[in-house]
């Protein structure tokens, strides 16, 4: 007969494999949920756990599986373990907000509490919900933060569903000592607290509270899908001005709204930290938070969501008839012998940058080139992991500290200096960035386009481009379909497109479950791509597709012939190289290639792309950069060249030397720019520094 095919999505966390040590029927409950064909949950967290429980309990094992999903092996069958979301049924919540009772509602709201910004939180009265955690951060921030005590008040609703009396009983006489006290002590107008029999709110009740709140505040310490945080966010589209969702890390919804300020609920100063925060938060970065949210808000009703489901089911099921179920990863072994010996040889060789050498070198010379990474060199990048939704990613909207500013003007102020700034990120983004300071060149997507410094009188940037032979829209049109498919189950994904390169982020995703997609996004690009000459950079929480030819390198070794061909060839005498990662390696290398073709012959050396003009009415005064020749043909000199390649963080590394993070970075461009270093090092960009330390560049 025709065989069913099943799936069993939860929507509440999946405990510990513990929780199922201890139940006489564990290994029974688990056994049946092995007979679905698909095993589903929302976050990776969960499906971590029913990993680990059919592996400890049943003794099964996991596997990768082709699309990047995972499959346990049962018997004779794969099961997939799939992590998807849903989110909610816009058009229901449309009709409602155009009934005239959700704006009554509203008003009658906001007249109540006039002159007050309104906080709002509708939970279940139970302890997992984490309400009495909320009051106790609300009346830390009460008492930390006198001035907000008449301008905002908490609005929390209770509902009391009856199903666990005996827990709902104790968090209620809970909830209404803690209410007690925070009136007693601030006021009663500080706090509108309720308790409503049932398992809901009525919709209009929502959308009216959610429509004259400002904040949104969820702290379980325990949590499935809360539909609650996405309606509010969607309630508050354009043209309403956007909110803020403050969201406890124990909940599934963390891992879906990435505008979201996430919070240990546990943690009661931080808590009551980033109600001030959210409270003081610019309009411009509420709506670049609720920018992030708003398109999968809106787009992933329950039947999308339930085609995604089948979709992966139809694939798995496809690719197990064909014989072709399962892709091991690779081997790492020699890899990790290979890596160990260099790491080995690393420790012994490497030494750490000394910025008073360095600043010896650059007093000593006049003909100097200053090349820096951005992410992750000027500015810190922090590592892809579970927490690094809390701050916006990359390098959009990120700028360097002050003294980092003051340090670049003054080195672009020299004549003797020619500086760029070489990025991975979009001209867009890096121009945002820093593309005010005068004398600085701009080196956007890994120097595939780049735009040389500001002169006098000049308001606006002139980019160039690199000719690296591949039409870029072509490929475009063959990669997006399969980065939109790991984009759809891949919680927190994006896809950034920049000049020549196709990037697809996994930084706002679960770090296990994104860099197992990464791997096998890899692996279905290879064989989309196949055609074209362009290769595929595996960096920190981002797989890149770029041109084959394109490296950081070929920029810099272009600025590197450009300057020293300046002045009929006087060459050049100091060079200050500095990186992150291994997209910088290339520039590293370019440089030491750059020093041993000074003085040769150009038939002997591997000329630069060709250059395009990328703006048509840009006339540029210099030819050299399209004609190279007399670039590398230099004068001898009989004077010492210093060349420094740094990369930051003790690693494998074609760099001379290392630097423990971006602020050595800082420390050697602001001490050879001339200023002098504070006494205290620490960062004005650390996000544990109070306000008062936030003053300066450094502590």
């Not at 199922?20 to 949920?33: P, Q, V, W």
């Not at 919070?263 to 100063?269: H, K, R, S, T």
């Not at 980033?274 to 949210?293: N, S, V």
């Not at 089911?313 to 072709?324: G, Q, R, W």
Request: with cysteine; net charge neutral.
């Amino acid at each position: 007969g025709r065989q069913t095919h099943m799936v069993f999505f939860l929507h509440i966390p999946f405990p510990t494999s513990q929780i199922f040590r201890e139940l006489e029927c564990g290994e029974s409950i688990l056994e049946g949920m092995l007979h679905a064909d698909v095993v589903g949950f929302h976050a990776f967290d969960h499906g971590r756990h029913f990993l680990n429980a059919t592996k400890r309990i049943l003794g099964l094992s996991h596997e990768s599986l082709v699309g990047g999903l995972i499959g346990v092996r049962h018997g004779k069958r794969v099961i997939l373990v799939t992590m998807s979301n849903v989110s909610i049924e816009t058009n229901l919540v449309d009709a409602a907000l155009q009934q005239p009772v959700v704006q009554s509602h509203a008003d009658r709201m906001k007249s109540l509490h006039s002159h007050r910004i309104i906080l709002c939180g509708v939970d279940i009265a139970q302890r997992l919900s984490g309400i009495s955690l909320k009051l106790l951060s609300f009346e830390r921030l009460l008492t930390d933060y006198p001035l907000w005590r008449s301008k905002i008040v908490m609005v929390q609703k209770c509902l009391v569903p009856t199903s666990r009396r005996s827990d709902e009983i104790s968090t209620l006489r809970e909830l209404r000592f803690l209410v007690k006290r925070i009136q007693d002590q601030f006021g009663s107008n500080v706090i509108d607290y309720q308790e409503v029999k049932g398992s809901s709110l009525p919709i209009e009740k929502r959308l009216a509270l959610w429509t004259a709140s400002d904040i949104f505040v969820c702290t379980p310490i325990r949590e499935g899908l809360n539909l609650l945080p996405l309606e509010y966010v969607y309630a508050r589209k354009h043209p309403h001005t956007a909110g803020v969702v403050i969201s406890s890390e124990f909940s599934a919804v963390s891992s879906i709204l990435n505008g979201a300020l996430r919070v240990n609920p546990f943690d009661i100063q931080m808590s009551a930290t980033l109600l001030d925060k959210a409270l003081i938060m610019t309009m411009e970065e509420r709506e670049g938070r609720r920018a992030r949210d708003i398109e999968f808000v809106s787009s992933c009703p329950s039947l999308k969501w339930t085609k995604n489901v089948l979709r992966d089911l139809k694939e798995a099921i496809t690719a197990a008839e064909e014989d072709d179920d399962h892709i091991k990863i690779p081997n790492k072994d020699i890899a990790k012998s290979i890596a160990g010996f260099l790491t080995r040889e690393n420790e012994l060789n490497f030494s750490n940058a000394d910025k008073h050498a360095i600043h010896s070198a650059y007093k000593a010379t006049n003909r100097r080139v200053i090349v820096c990474d951005f992410n992750g060199t000027i500015v810190i990048k922090e590592a892809a992991g579970k927490y690094l939704k809390r701050e916006i990613l990359g390098s959009s909207g990120i700028k360097p500290p002050d003294a980092v500013i003051k340090a670049l003007k003054n080195l672009c102020a020299d004549p003797c200096n020619t500086v760029f700034v070489v990025s991975g990120d979009s001209q867009v983004n890096v121009e945002n960035a820093i593309g005010n300071i005068p004398g600085l060149g701009l080196a956007a997507s890994n120097g595939a386009c780049f735009a040389l410094p500001l002169r006098e009188g000049e308001n606006e940037r002139n980019w160039l481009s690199l000719d690296l032979g591949v039409d870029w829209e072509v490929v475009k049109q063959c990669a997006l379909p399969v980065l939109a498919k790991y984009t759809a189950q891949t919680n927190g994904s994006f896809i950034k497109l920049t000049h020549s390169s196709i990037g697809w982020s996994y930084y706002s995703s679960d770090p296990e479950w994104g860099t197992l997609q990464a791997a096998h996004l890899v692996l279905e690009l290879e064989q989309e791509l196949s055609k074209f000459d362009v290769r595929f950079v595996t960096l920190k929480g981002v797989v890149e597709v770029v041109p084959r030819r394109l490296n950081k390198g070929l920029i810099v070794k272009k600025i590197l012939r450009e300057v020293a061909s300046r002045d009929g060839g006087d060459g050049v005498d100091f060079i200050l190289c500095m990186g992150d990662d291994v997209s910088d390696e290339k520039m590293f290398t370019s440089v030491f290639s750059f020093v041993s073709e000074m003085d040769e012959d150009y038939s002997n050396v591997i000329p630069s792309p060709p250059v395009i003009k990328s703006t048509d009415n840009f006339v540029l005064a210099e030819s050299r950069l399209f004609d190279e020749t007399p670039s590398v043909k230099c004068k001898s000199i009989d004077d010492s060249i210093y060349a420094f390649t740094i990369t930051v963080g003790k690693k494998p590394s074609h760099a001379s030397q290392f630097v423990h993070d971006a602020k050595d970075v800082a420390d050697i461009l602001v001490t050879i720019s001339g200023d002098d270093l504070p006494r205290n090092r620490s960062m004005s960009w650390d996000t544990k520094a109070t306000k008062e330390d936030k003053k300066g560049f450094f502590e």
